[in-house]
């Protein structure tokens, strides 16, 4: 099958690599994810991957403290991920480099645009951490950020929900599942499949998004193949 996407932006949230522990790490997972990453390499996708930190921290969870601080330590959680991450996929024989927004050399690289692409043309798979590397705003919006200063094709928003719905399916049993939808409509029925400033950032860009769920990790190989799994968030 010929896949769909040349290059892509792959976001995954922390609390997705912590399986069903709810917290910090499950090296199951992490493998399961790394093989999977390393038969879309093999079918010449360039990825890139923004991570999440919900793992190990969010930034609301230090209600009482300095939401700059609070910001701060968000990133570095981003940071535990995909050195994470980048382990796990260098063990399954996938070049992986992790560039960081805020500099950390003896860790990564610093983020440079001209780098990452030149990485991702050579086959290797790239790790954004750190997010933007600013306070008050989300990965989701450093993944549409880093998306369109790739030129990406799409982003993946791997989720531990299988889509997008018009309400939460973990309280709602009713809730109903869309195959596709507008930016403006996410919007306007405040969804919150991604923040404001993301959704808004990937509608002026023409960025498609296609959400699903990575509790099976082949998902992500589905999705380059053009399987219509999950819900699509279209211009």
Known sequence: MQKKYKRVLIKMSGEALAGDKGFGLDEKTLDSIAKTIKECVKMGVEIAVV?????????RTGENME??????????ATVINSLALC??????GVPTRVQTAIEM????????RGRAVRHLEKGRVVIFGCGTGNPFFSTDTTAALRAAEIDADAILLAKKVDGV??????????AAKF????YIDVLNK????????ATSLCMDNKMPIRVFGLSDPD????????EEIGTLIYS
Do not use: C
Not at 51 to 59: E, L
Not at 190 to 197: H, N, R, S
């Open 190 to 197: 405040g969804l919150g499949v991604m923040d404001t400033t």
């Open 51 to 59: 991570v999440g930190g919900g793992n190990f921290w969010r930034g």
């Open 219 to 226: 998902n992500i190989k589905r999705v380059l193949n053009g």
């Open 87 to 92: 382990d796990a996929f260098e063990r399954n």
């Open 179 to 182: 195959d596709s939808i507008s």
């Open 105 to 112: 050399k003896q860790i990564a690289e610093t983020y440079i």
């Open 165 to 174: 719905y018009d309400s939460d399916p973990a309280t709602n049993p009713d």
């Open 67 to 76: 939401r700059t601080r609070a910001d701060h330590m968000g990133m570095l």
